[in-house]
């Protein structure tokens, strides 16, 4: 059975710093593209970055809101992927997903139980 | 960025009828090789994760019932419930898996009456 389970969120004070962490199961992770995806009621469902795979030299990807902010990582011996988080906004807080890209296709078929993030002093 | 829209933002439907949900894109979802449109679709309940319901347009993914049904192509696709059932109320989201940044439409809450 695939799963994957995110940890790590909390409350930050704008400004701040948090790491959130998705461990998987169930699946070869080193075949399969990653990404962090986020949800607020304000924006709704938001991608937010995307790892590829070793033959892709873990090449990045990440939307324009979190770029030079957020950095994906990911650690294949250990079937996990990662977002660093760095000067959060209040704008940041919400709901964040780790999901799994389909091989064919890089929709997302798996989706974690999410992990809350809440900026506010 | 391609911009997703989808319409309506909710409905109210009985048990029994047709669905349909429409979402748009602001770009052409073909990519030219493959012949395939690079739009998926999800379904979220209260309290849940959002599931994958179709890809490239029409691929239903394992397990999901064959009364959802995806059509359309380049900028404009539809979500077909042919017989919706009590359960199916939820979110619909589009999304376009065609480039990054990877976009959502904003959403269309299916109510059950």
């Known amino acids: 059975e695939v799963k994957l389970e995110e940890s790590g969120g909390g409350l930050v004070q704008p400004g701040g710093s948090m790491k959130l962490s998705c461990v998987a199961s169930?699946?070869?992770?080193?075949?399969?593209?990653m990404n962090w995806v986020r949800q607020s009621p304000e924006k709704g469902l938001e991608w937010v970055a995307e790892?590829?795979?070793?033959?892709?030299?873990?090449?990045?990807h990440y939307a324009e809101s979190v770029k030079g902010r957020f950095t994906i990582s990911r650690d294949d011996s250990k079937s996990s992927v990662y977002l660093q988080m760095n000067n959060l906004r209040a704008e940041d807080t919400g709901i964040y997903y780790c999901?799994?890209?389909?091989?064919?296709?890089?929709?997302?078929?798996?989706w974690g139980q999410g992990t809350s993030v809440t900026v506010s002093s | 960025d391609i911009v997703m829209t989808q319409s309506p933002s909710s409905l109210a439907m009985s048990v029994g009828q047709k669905v349909t949900l429409s979402c748009k894109s602001s770009?052409?979802?073909?990519?030219?090789?493959?012949?395939?449109?690079?739009l998926a679709w999800y379904q979220q309940k209260p309290g849940q994760s959002p599931k994958l319901l179709l890809y490239f347009a029409s691929t239903r993914e394992s397990g999901v019932p064959d009364r959802f049904i995806g059509s359309g192509s380049g900028t404009d696709f539809t979500l077909t419930i042919s017989s919706v059932q009590a359960e199916d109320q939820a979110d619909y989201f589009c999304q376009q898996h065609y480039s990054t940044p990877r976009t959502f439409g904003g959403g269309t809450k299916l109510e059950i009456k």
């Open positions: 999901t799994r890209g389909l091989r064919s296709s890089h929709a997302m078929d798996y």
């Open positions: 770009q052409s979802l073909l990519n030219s090789s493959s012949q395939k449109n690079f």
């Open positions: 790892i590829r795979l070793k033959s892709n030299n873990y090449a990045t």
């Open positions: 169930g699946f070869t992770f080193s075949n399969y593209w």
